[in-house]
């Protein structure tokens, strides 16, 4: 088995009083926050930072303290078997225009409930519930 350790945010706005949340459409078609793996000499804060910008061109990040998720999951990718753990944070931007990466098909910024609806995984699911409690 191999063990990948991976770091995302879930990032929002606020607009005319109310939280936006994005959400990308990834290639294999679910809609999820920014994420990706973590490098050797990285801290996850400065994974899920960098990974905003490559993904998405947003730079003005600013993190909410406190705000610390993690899931864990499995998955098989070219035969192995991968255990996967993904440590999210919250963070807020002022920065409505994304420059979508290679690796996205869309993006997409919501409202909390629209967001819920429209996440694919249940983890995900309760990482923005908790955020939005958060936030």
Known sequence: MVKQKSAGIVLFQNSHGANHF?????????????????????????TARREAGEETGITD??????????VEYEFRFNGDLIQKKVIFFLAKTNTSKISLSH??????????????????????????????NFC
Request: net charge negative.
């Open 103 to 132: 690796e996205h098909k869309d993006f997409v910024w919501l409202e909390y409930e629209d967001a819920m609806e429209k996440i694919t995984f249940q983890n995900a699911k309760k990482i923005l519930a908790k955020a939005n």
């Open 61 to 70: 990040i600013e993190f909410i303290d406190d705000f610390e998720e993690s």
């Open 22 to 46: 994005l959400l990308l459409n990834y290639p294999q078609g679910h809609w999820d926050f920014v994420k990706g793996k973590m490098e050797h000499d990285e801290t996850p804060h400065d």
